[in-house]
C-alpha cells in the first residue's frame, strides 16, 4: 500500500521559512517523478514545483521561482520543499505526489498518488 505522508506545515510570519516533507511508503522513490502541489481556500489545485526521479532537473511555478527549492533523499525515501521569503498568498494545503511518468509533470491529473496535505499559513 502506497503512502505519501506530508509534514512541515505549520504558522509563520511574512518572509519566513518552512521546510516540507514528504515520507513515502510502499514505493521505492527513485522510480518516481515528485511534485508538490497546494490549493488554497477557494481556489484550484495549482502545481508548485516538480523533481526527476534522479534529481537532474526541477521546475517551478513562476509564482515561487527563487523561493522555494524541491529536493529528493531516495535513500531515505523523502522528498522536501524549501520555502523562504513566504508571503501571505502562500496560505494553503500543500500536497507532494508521485508519478511513474520520467518527464518533469505539471498537471496533477498526471499523478497517481497523492498525500494527505499539510497546511500552510502565512500571516502578515
Known amino acids: 500500500q502506497v503512502q505519501l505522508v506530508e509534514s512541515g506545515g505549520g504558522l509563520v510570519q511574512a518572509g519566513g521559512s518552512l521546510r516540507l516533507s514528504c515520507a513515502a511508503s510502499g514505493l521505492t522513490l527513485s522510480s518516481y517523478t515528485m511534485g508538490w502541489f497546494r490549493q488554497a481556500p477557494g481556489k484550484e489545485r495549482e502545481f508548485v514545483a516538480v523533481i526527476s526521479r534522479s534529481s537532474g532537473s526541477t521546475y517551478y511555478a513562476d509564482s515561487v521561482k527563487g523561493r522555494f527549492t524541491i529536493s529528493r533523499d531516495n535513500a531515505k525515501n523523502t522528498v522536501y520543499l524549501q520555502m523562504n521569503s513566504l508571503k501571505p498568498d502562500d496560505t494553503a494545503v500543500y500536497y507532494c505526489?508521485?508519478?511513474?511518468?520520467?518527464?518533469?509533470?505539471?498537471?496533477?491529473?498526471?499523478?497517481?498518488?497523492w498525500g494527505q496535505g499539510t497546511q500552510v499559513t502565512v500571516s502578515s
Open positions: 505526489a508521485a508519478t511513474n511518468l520520467q518527464f518533469t509533470v505539471v498537471a496533477g491529473r498526471l499523478y497517481d498518488y
